[in-house]
């Protein structure tokens, strides 16, 4: 990462730092890496430390942080990550049918990346919605619910589309 972009980075950690009292500026690890991965697509282990030097924290207590949570991507992933729940709400009502559909139509298995890049197939913990499953986050910002195999074609389908233009 070149110079200026690390300090285009720190620029924006201040910011998040600031908006917690000075003793506390580890709360802004959250936000930190969230910058991280804007700025870079995934959250490397070299990132980790960059943060835990910045925030004045245990390189292993950032890397704790990003392994706990999925919104944190630990490789580069394709232009869609496809978080699916399998959380036992969800496994009851066709969650793991949803998965092994998705593994199918992509070619690729949960955890891995579609050879053009354009999809990476993970699994969720509960995206709290259970009542709507199967549900799925799209990117981290975009719930489906309802996920039937029609509305995952239709969604696939959707989205390749969009990217073929």
Do not use: W
């Not at 110079?3 to 690890?29: C, G, I, Y």
């Not at 489906?144 to 073929?164: E, H, P, R, T």
Request: net charge negative; with cysteine.
């Amino acid at each position: 990462m070149s110079a200026n972009a690390t300090l285009s980075m720190h620029a924006r950690f201040a910011k998040e730092v600031a908006k917690f009292p000075a003793d506390q500026a580890q709360s802004a690890v959250m936000a930190c890496l969230a910058i991280v991965q804007q700025e870079l697509g995934y959250v490397s282990t070299d990132s980790e430390r960059e943060v835990a030097a910045y925030l004045g924290m245990a390189p292993m207590a950032v890397h704790e942080v990003t392994t706990f949570y999925n919104m944190y991507n630990q490789k580069p992933c394709g232009k869609y990550k496809l978080n699916v729940c399998t959380n036992l709400p969800c496994q009851l009502r066709d969650g793991a049918v949803a998965l092994k559909h998705l593994e199918h139509k992509l070619g690729i298995h949960m955890g891995e990346t579609t050879p053009d890049g354009l999809f990476t197939l993970q699994q969720s913990e509960c995206l709290g919605a259970c009542a709507d499953s199967p549900v799925m986050l799209v990117n981290d910002r975009t719930m489906c619910s309802f996920m039937s195999n029609d509305k995952l074609d239709q969604l696939i389908d959707s989205l390749k589309s969009v990217s073929a233009t």
